[in-house]
């Protein structure tokens, strides 16, 4: 199984970003997948999270209404868009899947940093 995060970088305060992720590996239309992020120094928190279906998504109240997940199950892609990013948002971000829990996932990816300047 293999989830291969990427568009991570710098970006300035009020900037965007899309990370995109690769999964292979799995079914992915069987899993629910995940956006998960770990400033310097925190722990591991939960971003944002897609169920199976498209259109069933969660996030966490730092992010809401500033982020979107995404998936196509067709190319075994998930997204997350990165809108009007703060400071605060400088983590490395991971995408994760499971098949029963996305705020739990089993599977990890590697991370992307994505850095933003004040």
């Known amino acids: 199984v293999q989830l291969q995060a990427s568009g991570g970088g710098l970006v300035q305060a009020g900037g965007s970003l899309r990370l995109s992720c690769a999964v292979s590996?799995?079914?992915?239309?069987?899993?629910?997948m995940g956006w998960f992020r770990q400033a310097p120094g925190k722990e591991r928190e939960f971003v944002a999270g897609?169920?199976?279906?498209?259109?069933?998504?969660m996030y966490a109240d730092s992010v809401k209404g500033r982020f979107t997940i995404s998936r196509d199950n067709a190319k075994n892609m998930v997204y997350l868009q990165m809108n009007s990013l703060k400071p605060e948002d400088t983590a490395v971000y991971y995408c994760?899947?499971?098949?029963?829990?996305?705020?739990?996932?089993?599977?990890w990816g590697q991370g992307t940093l994505v850095t933003v300047s004040s």
């Open positions: 590996g799995l079914a992915f239309s069987n899993y629910h």
């Open positions: 994760a899947a499971d098949r029963t829990n996305v705020a739990a996932p089993y599977y």
């Open positions: 897609v169920r199976l279906r498209p259109g069933f998504t």
